[in-house]
């Protein structure tokens, strides 16, 4: 045993097999097993938490980091920070916003040495399915990412390029035989073109008119299509962002025909309502919208029952230029919320108001984003053999998001000024310290997994 062992003791240990009071023991990063809090084995060092909660490190599979060649909107160092603050070991970095974008094995390893030295929490890296770069795909799975991402729709900056239907059929085959995920963006242009031709003249501070130049059809026609064509290529599909509750049942049909289908959605979808959401405030701008109350109502009785299988962050920040906030047309600013320090908060106010518990709050958010990222034999959970990655929770606690707890390069997000349930006051990467009450570990000391 290293000199070092560290035991983790907690009336509230949240396992696999549900909460229990434990000591949680680790030695040279991975835990090596649970004992009876009064049971603690001589030699280890004893960090004793109360009543407070002890949750696995939580797994954001959907970051947009931006590094390298946007570092200006966020980076590693301060992504990874912010991660950190709340509650997130491992993040599992999209392909594109970065220059140049994850589409080839060259990118991927001008992306790991942009992150050298630089992240406080553990990362891995999405390849992308671009244009025509078929090619690339399985030599990108052979060199380390986790999957892939691709836009069925332009995806908001020039670089990453959308597919057609035609260039998503010529690339399925080399995703099939790489057994990794296909994360999509489901939506498709069409009806987002015709709902768009239809708002001239229209009032583009009105959150409405955002609102109706996305309609749900654009989801739904995008996920049919995407289920047809699991059907024939038989990869594994991950449909990103779900905000359209139209299309739940058509999912649950697919998973009960057997089709490898996993949903997530986002906190920013379970937390807003377009009826609550000011004109104006382009703050709230993402894609797909923010929709109504009753989508919001059957989204989260979808990740209740296990229909939506986990929630990630979509993190996707930008300079403050970005989002016109002067200006407010929702037509001209970028669409992307970040919530990366604030996202477990914002998860857990809405559980602790349905009566949903700590262990669903695991599932969703470390857990099945551990599985889909292929790293659920280290990460995501309090089990023997698993890195120590673990946050301190005190789920009485209530915060006020200000600007100074976001810990991004920009703090801009539409949670400021918000009071939310749940605090995290430390975060542990493999048994040491990287964030506590405010404060973060001298040296990042996170690697890729």
């Known amino acids: 045993m290293d000199s070092m062992a560290q035991a983790f003791v907690s009336t509230r240990v949240v396992t696999p097999e549900g909460v229990r009071a434990a000591a949680v023991l680790e030695d040279e990063g991975r835990i090596r097993g649970l004992c009876e809090p009064g049971e603690v084995p001589a030699g280890y060092t004893l960090h004793d938490f109360g009543d407070l909660a002890i949750l696995p490190g939580l797994v954001d599979s959907h970051v947009h980091i931006n590094e390298p060649g946007r570092t200006e909107w966020e980076g590693f160092w301060t992504a990874t920070r912010a991660a950190a603050a709340g509650g997130f070991t491992t993040l599992v970095d999209m392909p594109l916003n970065c220059l140049p974008?994850?589409?080839?094995?060259?990118?991927?390893?001008?992306?790991?040495?942009?992150?050298?030295?630089?992240?406080?929490?553990?990362?891995?890296?999405?390849?992308?399915?671009?244009?025509?770069?078929?090619?690339?795909?399985?030599?990108?799975?052979?060199?380390?990412?986790?999957?892939?991402?691709?836009?069925?729709?332009?995806?908001?900056?020039?670089?990453?390029?959308?597919?057609?239907?035609?260039?998503?059929?010529?690339?399925?085959?080399?995703?099939?035989?790489?057994?990794?995920?296909?994360?999509?963006?489901?939506?498709?242009?069409?009806?987002?073109?015709?709902?768009?031709?239809?708002?001239?003249?229209?009032?583009?501070?009105?959150?409405?008119?955002?609102?109706?130049?996305?309609?749900?059809?654009?989801?739904?026609?995008?996920?049919?299509?995407?289920?047809?064509?699991?059907?024939?290529?038989?990869?594994?599909?991950?449909?990103?962002?779900?905000?359209?509750?139209?299309?739940?049942?058509?999912?649950?049909?697919?998973?009960?025909?057997?089709?490898?289908?996993?949903?997530?959605?986002?906190?920013?979808?379970?937390?807003?309502?377009?009826?609550?959401?000011?004109?104006?405030?382009?703050?709230?701008?993402?894609?797909?919208?923010?929709?109504?109350?009753?989508?919001?109502?059957?989204?989260?009785?979808?990740?209740?029952?296990?229909?939506?299988?986990?929630?990630?962050?979509?993190?996707?920040?930008?300079?403050?230029?970005?989002?016109?906030?002067?200006?407010?047309?929702?037509?001209?600013?970028?669409?992307?919320?970040?919530?990366?320090?604030?996202?477990?908060?914002?998860?857990?106010?809405?559980?602790?108001?349905?009566?949903?518990?700590?262990?669903?709050?695991?599932?969703?958010?470390?857990?099945?984003p551990a599985e889909l990222a292929h790293l659920s034999s280290r990460k995501g959970k309090i089990a023997i053999g698993h890195d120590a990655d673990l946050v301190i929770f005190d789920p009485e606690a209530e915060i006020d998001v200000s600007r100074d707890v976001l810990h991004t390069r920009h703090p801009a997000s539409p949670y400021v000024g918000m009071r939310l349930r749940g605090r995290v006051p430390a975060t542990y990467l493999k048994g040491r310290m990287v964030f506590r009450d405010g404060a973060f570990a001298e040296k990042p000391f996170g690697a890729e997994v």
């Open 101 to 368: 974008e994850t589409t080839t094995v060259a990118a991927l390893e001008a992306k790991r040495q942009a992150a050298r030295e630089k992240c406080f929490v553990d990362w891995a890296a999405w390849g992308g399915v671009a244009g025509d770069n078929a090619e690339h795909i399985e030599p990108l799975a052979r060199a380390g990412v986790k999957g892939f991402k691709c836009f069925l729709i332009y995806p908001g900056c020039e670089g990453f390029e959308m597919v057609t239907r035609e260039q998503l059929e010529r690339a399925l085959p080399h995703v099939a035989r790489s057994g990794l995920p296909l994360l999509v963006h489901a939506e498709l242009p069409e009806p987002i073109e015709a709902a768009t031709g239809l708002l001239n003249g229209a009032d583009w501070r009105r959150y409405a008119t955002h609102l109706r130049s996305r309609p749900d059809e654009a989801e739904l026609s995008a996920i049919r299509m995407l289920l047809e064509l699991c059907r024939r290529y038989r990869f594994r599909l991950h449909i990103v962002h779900l905000v359209t509750a139209l299309a739940l049942n058509e999912l649950r049909a697919a998973r009960q025909e057997g089709l490898p289908v996993t949903v997530e959605t986002c906190p920013h979808y379970l937390h807003f309502a377009a009826e609550e959401i000011q004109d104006g405030s382009t703050l709230h701008k993402c894609a797909p919208p923010i929709r109504g109350r009753k989508n919001r109502e059957e989204l989260w009785d979808a990740l209740r029952e296990g229909a939506i299988d986990l929630v990630a962050t979509d993190h996707s920040p930008c300079p403050p230029e970005w989002k016109r906030l002067e200006e407010g047309r929702f037509d001209q600013a970028w669409g992307g919320i970040a919530s990366l320090s604030v996202a477990l908060p914002v998860m857990w106010t809405g559980m602790r108001a349905r009566d949903i518990s700590l262990n669903d709050l695991v599932r969703v958010m470390a857990e099945k």
